[in-house]
């Protein structure tokens, strides 16, 4: 992505080796993958972030007993 928020192929070749009429047809396809990618990519990032701090508040000796059970667990499915 271009620093105006623009798409661009890093390897337009393919795309462009295509008859005129299959570019037009694949290009709406081809923008919309690369934006659910490049937010995909950005959620996963967060929820990663999330999962870390939930990890470090999780992890803290003051917590009740039954909260320490339940980040065992947490921590447990979270690594699988």
Same mark, same amino acid.
């Given at each position: ?6 798409? %661009?192929? @890093? ?14 047809? +694949? +290009?709406?396809?081809?923008?919309? /993958?690369?934006?659910? !990618? #490049?937010? @995909? #990519?950005?959620? @996963?990032?967060?929820?990663?972030? !999330?999962? @870390? ?9 003051? /917590?009740? %007993? ?6 065992? #667990? ?7």
């Amino acid at each position: 992505m271009l620093d105006d928020g623009k798409l %661009q192929f @890093t390897e337009p070749a393919p795309i462009l080796a295509a008859p005129r009429s299959l570019r037009v047809r +694949l +290009l709406p396809g081809i923008r919309r /993958l690369v934006r659910k !990618m #490049e937010e @995909t #990519e950005k959620r @996963t990032s967060w929820v990663e972030a !999330m999962m @870390t701090r939930v990890q470090r508040l999780l992890g803290r000796s003051d /917590l009740p %007993q039954e909260v320490e059970a339940e980040a065992s #667990e947490i921590k447990r499915d979270w690594q699988v």
